[in-house]
């Protein structure tokens, strides 16, 4: 049986991923065995901070609610607490969103909560 060195499909594949690591330093953008490592060590990042940016964002959140909850004479877990036995459904990024751009609104939503 002959060997069959599959140019074509090889060639494709290589060029596949020389583009997509293209900006990458060094070889990695050069040579097709250190690009290969370098995207797949990227795409694993990738899936790793999709999920991570979610963290960190509720994260950051809290921490302006907690800010702003603060210069309002509450800490953050009293201004959630009240804020559900008042029925007020105001979810994290918003509330984050309102305590950063209009404060006079915040802290009418803390008084109501009270």
């Given amino acids: ?39 797949t060590r990227a795409l694993q990042f990738a899936f790793r901070d999709r999920r991570n940016k979610k963290r960190e964002f509720r994260a950051l959140w809290i921490q302006r609610i907690n800010a702003a909850a603060r210069l309002n004479g509450l800490s953050y877990s009293q201004l959630i607490s009240s804020l559900s036995k008042a029925n007020i459904e105001l979810d ?15 802290e009418a939503i803390v008084k109501s909560a009270q």
């Fill in 1 to 39: 049986m002959p060997r069959v060195r599959g140019g074509v499909k090889t060639n494709k594949k290589h060029k596949k991923v020389l583009s997509q690591t293209e900006g990458y330093r060094n070889a990695a953008s050069r040579s097709y065995r250190k690009a290969a490592e370098a995207l």
């Fill in 92 to 106: 994290r990024k918003v509330l984050s969103d309102i305590a950063l751009r209009d404060p006079k609104g915040f």
